[in-house]
């Protein structure tokens, strides 16, 4: 059974940072993409930032430059830092993995190539 918890999530002044993670178990990462997607009110879930066996890392536009995902494979763990935070990235944070995915897969992943979810880490932002 595969389970994802997120943690980390809060509210900040613009500017400000978070640290996010994601426990992960119940799969191996060999070729997993694991991956943190956003969604806003009123608006569609996006991708983030995703990781392709604990090694390449790719990034939404919004979040390049600001974000870093990152793994812990000893702990299971993924992490978002989030530095220079804006108001835009208000929404509530999900991690998902894709249990066997490749790393083109990963690289172009969508919401409906993840299998598992967790239940989400709301992010607050205030100007």
């Known amino acids: 059974q595969v389970q994802l918890v997120e943690s980390g999530g809060g509210s900040v002044q613009a500017g400000g940072s978070l640290r996010l993670s994601c426990a992960a178990s119940g799969y191996t990462g060999n070729s997993a993409c694991m991956g943190w997607f956003r969604q806003a009110p009123g608006k569609e879930r996006e991708g983030v930032a995703v990781i392709y066996a604990g090694g390449s890392t790719y990034y939404a536009d919004s979040a390049k430059g600001r974000f870093t995902i990152s793994q812990d494979n000893a702990k299971n763990t993924l992490y978002l830092q989030m530095n220079s935070l804006k108001p835009e990235d208000t929404a509530m944070y999900y991690c998902?993995?894709?249990?066997?995915?490749?790393?083109?897969?990963?690289?172009?992943?969508?919401?409906?190539?993840?299998?598992?979810w967790g239940q989400g880490t709301q992010v607050t932002v205030s100007s």
């Open positions: 998902a993995v894709d249990v066997s995915s490749t790393r083109r897969r990963c690289q172009n992943a969508r919401v409906a190539d993840f299998n598992y």
